[in-house]
């Protein structure tokens, strides 16, 4: 048992069932959030029969329809066990989809097991002359893993072969130890994991390999700063709030210090309550801001995509990050296993925005100064209300992802160490 909280969380679910006498409930905005999310993932991957790009999964929609992304299809590879287990679809249903979504990745293009970021969602071929990227191959990974687990059998077989090819000393720039963000056949390695950010999964992963082991986790920055009163916390460059969500929708942090002491569950906690409290500072400035429309991260905004939202601390002197009244809900949804309260309420807000919500629930993003709503799903920002959503519910992601042989031995040569507490 790696502590007593999932010993307390499971009483406590029974007490509860006990105590409703079991019956139905009624959707709340959660589960349907939960659900539309779990349906734009399953239904804008690719399943037509005989595609070589059978599985990918859309970057977004309606936009870019030709356009796949890496990382969305390792949230739909994860997403298809949540379905499963909620009953959208059938076992056999997903067992098909995830089987043969691992074929399509055994034979598509890739270097050294790592995988290019964008491809065409027909063929599996690289798109715009797009990166080999670190962190993409990552978060694929994560689904590859997540359905291996819960199918076994050829399915695991599959994902282990993936995950096994990986070479991930090839990645790593040797003089610095640190990962290389992205590689290019033109032109080589470029960019450096070098502060810390959404790439705790890597060293994971890294450190786990049967085949290409490696430990470089000491290898990124960690710089603590606070927010006006809070505590202090290690931050990311721009403050993104996804960069403190993406490896937590795997790993389950809750459990665990790392050999420095680190507790990167409750970094999380911090940093998401900083960013709450920084958007209500902003609500003066910005009219769709506030306590209870928060979370600025990557998204869609009125002039087109900014990986530069965020909130403090941010760089090295607070000006890293940028926002402009645009708010996208999967930023405080992505953090419902940190402040549930806080997400919850942001989420009943959220539903009520004029134009927000359609077929596969909220869409990315919307700016109450510039009257817009952006017209696009983003498969990774559904991606990480689904899982998020999925572990506060019953924890369902973490405990598969936590049994994979190679996440156990990763914990364990990285020297992370169970943190027995109640909260």
Not at 93 to 98: F, K, N, S, T, V
């Amino acid at each position: 048992m790696r502590s007593n909280r999932r010993l307390v969380s499971v009483v406590l679910s029974v007490l509860l069932l006990t105590a409703a006498g079991c019956s139905e409930k009624r959707p709340d905005e959660l589960d349907l959030e939960a659900k539309a999310s779990f349906d734009y993932l399953w239904e804008q991957s690719n399943h037509m029969e005989g595609s070589a790009g059978y599985g990918l999964t859309r970057d977004r929609y309606p936009g870019n329809p030709t356009i796949a992304s890496t990382a969305a299809t390792g949230f739909a590879l994860t997403a298809i066990p949540i379905g499963v287990e909620n009953g959208w679809i059938s076992r056999e249903e997903g067992y098909e989809r995830a089987d043969r979504t691992l074929d399509t990745l055994l034979r598509m293009d890739h270097e050294r097991g790592f995988f290019y970021h964008f491809v065409h969602i027909d063929t599996g071929k690289r798109e715009w002359d797009s990166e080999i990227s670190s962190i993409d191959t990552g978060l694929l990974l994560g689904g590859v893993l997540t359905v291996g687990q819960y199918f076994g059998g050829d399915v695991r077989e599959k994902s282990e072969q993936l995950f096994e090819r990986v070479d991930w000393p090839w990645f790593v720039d040797r003089e610095r130890n640190q990962f290389y963000m992205a590689y290019y056949p033109e032109k080589g390695f470029e960019g450096h994991w070098d502060f810390y950010a959404e790439q705790l999964l890597l060293y994971v992963l890294a450190a786990g390999s049967p085949t290409y082991p490696i430990d470089v986790y000491d290898g990124f920055a960690r710089r603590q700063a606070a927010y006006k009163d809070s505590e202090p916390f290690i931050h990311s460059w721009f403050g993104s709030l996804f960069t403190y969500q993406f490896s937590h929708a795997w790993i389950d942090f809750r459990d665990w210090i790392d050999r420095d002491g680190i507790d990167w569950f409750r970094n999380s906690v911090i940093a998401s309550e900083a960013s709450r409290q920084f958007a209500i500072d902003q609500s003066a400035v910005f009219k769709g801001v506030g306590e209870r429309s928060w979370g600025f991260t990557a998204s869609d905004s009125p002039t087109g995509y900014n990986g530069l939202f965020g909130s403090p601390p941010s760089g090295y002197d607070d000006k890293a990050h940028r926002i402009d009244g645009t708010v996208p809900p999967a930023g405080a949804l992505g953090s419902i296993v940190f402040t549930p309260e806080p997400s919850l309420e942001a989420l009943k807000y959220y539903v009520t925005v004029p134009d927000l919500s359609g077929e596969y629930g909220l869409k990315d993003a919307f700016n109450l100064d510039a009257d817009w709503v952006g017209p696009d799903y983003i498969g990774i920002d559904k991606g990480i209300t689904l899982l998020m959503a999925s572990n506060y519910r019953d924890e369902s992601v973490w405990n598969l992802f936590m049994d994979v042989p190679y996440v156990k031995k990763g914990l364990k040569v990285l020297q992370f160490k169970e943190n027995n507490y109640i909260e």
